[in-house]
RNA sequence: GCCGAAGUGGCGGAAUUGGCAGACGCAGCGGACUCAAAAUCCGCCGCCGUCAAAAGCGUGUGGGUUCGAGUCCCACCUUCGGCACCA
């Protein structure tokens, strides 16, 4: 035995031993039932943070948990490895992005290598590899070919900062969520993904995914937005045009006294030109337009409206109404254009009242009539109609439908659901990236590259300029080619895909990595999804998450796959934080995770960040407490220690202390063995370990058998082993054994160890403690209540009286009602 | 405004089905070992009170249900997260 617990050399001998026997690697051909363990895979920054290791910390005690268990498990590792900061790298220092994006893999997986994980390297996936984005690009052509791919012009989100345009779901209030640029608006001809075909559908799934955490499903829900209600169409009284608005409330129509279009809405120029209220619109127009959009979207913004000279016609009863242009209508959401309702919402009610306009109640709760001069505000609960020709006397809620039915008869009215989730906007201008596998021709226009050309390859010798456009627009050797159909000269699509194109499939990839004739093998894939467990931060419930999810959707549509959910159960960590904030470089209170290692040990390291908090909760970093658990383990070596001198001199007698150790290690068997696999509470089954070494402790004072020492060694390492992988390892080779740990078979809980011949009664008196005795175990109810009243403690507080009621709860308490 | 989560010692956190609140760890205090220190081992450690004990109080606040409430119900406060002039 060593003398003490020499974690360098331990962890490094270890490592080395199972990458040499391949003990992770893992096949489809294999009798057991397969899992398949992910956790998000990293950029490739430079080097690992704690968020990391708290990740893969996870990650690894429920793969090493799930193999001991005797399932085939798949847990892998790669690299999202495209994107901004290895450009911006590139510009600042003059490296290639392919070359830094290079050594910060390398750098980054020896650090991951260094923390004992149980990855089958093999299988390592690398996007920004041309193996990978190859089958980018290709998924790109099937969508495209699908009609899920295409290009439109539209009003867009730009980031000045990262000088290209990015996905709604990129934009957190109204700044960018990479680089915190407040966002502007562009009109520009971008690539986009048909996401909102697959609305309905990723709403409805959520139901389906009972293995995730409440609040990713209903930020997905929220994110999504769908609202059901009707397109009604209003004709214009001063010339034959029409147009349609969206509402939710087609009960309130004859309630319409006005109606409000985004200053954007192509109808308004055409009714404005050459009238006397042309000028005045456009001045109001350019001061809404002179707005940030985070000002605009703003709900402290004053409600602001212009008569713009026109009239609607209401189409339930005919009747003319105002139109004007508002600050607040979003020509993006719905139509454009809203009718207003003043009695009946509270925006409209106040703006009405501001602007002066007509208000008529529609809606009462017993149909009673009023009028608008007694309303204080708008009336928005259900009710009856009122001032609503044929259906007044009519529930509101049946009068949705009544009146759209009756509207559609004339063309002027349709259900319509309305969703606030937009197309995927998948174009970027920058360098690296998979590029879009596109080709523009004079004669063929937009033109597939063909699947037999792919990939349409990144060229290496770049010369950056930061001009804030892709370099590929200006490298003729990449720009310039034929077109596929007719051979004229070409040229490409010079932006890039989001990189989160490519992280919405690697999970599938994993299970078919070194596929060179297609994405993935479809038996591979079906063998290997759908992820039983994936973890990864919350700050991606909405947009990886919900991408892979449309990927998966899209994929099982064009038979690639059979799952049409890619993660069955999903595990959100919380954050790292050191003094009471995330750890970040600005705030100058990161800890590194290399030191750590190098000073305590990767187990260390593991077992605090698992113990330290729940997984789902934000994790206050202690460098104490990490001593504590440095300490800890320690003491696991030192009792190994103890225990195999003492088995020297070790007899067989067996009697309490033995019978209390075997129950106790029984009992942590079954807490730890529950506290993984049904609540993923890492932190108690970590202290539950504890308590088994604490008690270890005491059993050698004073007892020496064999037998029991050894079983006690070796449950407490099982348990331990996927929390600290290395020196269980160390010490059961130390106890005797030839084969790895990692390769052994979960304790299974002796029940009989488990049992009890004495228990504790907890005795109250009104519910209050006021004794404590020890009764032979399952005793009769009766037997126990004679046996406590008997107690002279309990007869002294009783002092004479009759109790009212006794009630016993077996084994565990009585309590004597006064 | 709407939706969701949380609130327990000096700190991180336990309490599985309504049944001993504070497991485990950190910090702190005391003891053993040592010439001494470190390390280690043993013990104490919610508040108030007491020589010590007993009693009393105690899980954000106020009510309620129950023999019994951190846990269930009602109302409220605070913090965090998401959505938001979404028609």
Redesign the pocket.
Known sequence: MQERYDFTAIEKKWQENWENEGIYKVSEDSPKPKYYCLEMFPYPSGNLHMGHVRNYSIGDVIARFKTMHGFNVLHPMGWDSFGLPAENAAIKHGVAPAKWTKENIANMKMQLKALGLSYDWDREVTTCLPDYYKWTQWLFLQFYKNGLAYKKGASVNWCPGCQTVLA??QV??GKCERCDSVVEKKSLEQWFFKITDYAQRLLDDLDRLEGW???VK??Q???I?R?E??MLRFKIAENDEHFW??????DTVFGVTYV?M?PEHPLVEKLIAGTAYESKVREFITKVQKLSEVD?????????GLFIGAHAINPANGKEVPILI????????????????PSH?E??FSFARKLGLEIIPVISKDGSMYTAEEMSEAYIDEGKLINSGKFDGMDNEQAKSAIVEELAKSGDGEKKV?F?LRDWLISRQRFWGAPIPIVYCEHCGAVPVPEDQLPVLLPSDIEFKPTGESPLKYMDEFINTTCPICGAPARRESDTMDTFVCSSWYYMRYSDPKNTERPFRKEKADYWLDVDQYIGG??H??LHLLYSRFFTKVCHDLGLVEVEEPFRNLLTQ?MVLKDGSKMSKSKGNTVSPVEIVGKYGADTARLFIL????P?????W????V??????L??VW??IDIYEAGKAQGGDSFGKAEKDLRRLLHNTI??VT??IS??F?F??A??????L??GM??YK?NNNNQAVMTEAEEGLLLLLAPFVPHITEELWHEIGHTDSIHKQTWSVVDEKALSVDE??I?V?I?????D?VELAADLAQEEVKAQVLSREKIAA?LDGKEP??V?V?PN??????L
């Not at 605009?296 to 602001?304: I, T």
């Not at 565990?812 to 009602?817: R, S």
């Open positions: 709604n779901e957190v209030e955490p409440a609040k209903t930020m829900e929220n994110w937005g609202s209600g009707a608005v969206y509402t939710t409330r087609p409000v985004a605009r979207s703003s709900s402290e913004l004053e409600k602001e508002g600050n607040y209508v979003i020509y993006e959401y719905g139509t454009g254009a809203v009718m207003g309702v919402d925006r409209d309305n606030r919350v700050e419930a909405i919380g113990f330290a908090a729940p789902e909760r934000d994790l206050e202690n460098d104490q407490a001593e504590g658990c440095y300490r800890f320690n003491r030192r009792i079954k807490r529950e506290d049904v609540r509470n932190n108690t970590v202290s539950a370990i504890m308590e070494v604490n402790y005491q004072e228990v504790t907890v109250q009104n519910g209050k403690v006021r404590r507080a009212k009621k009630v709860i565990k308490l009585v309590n004597i009602v």
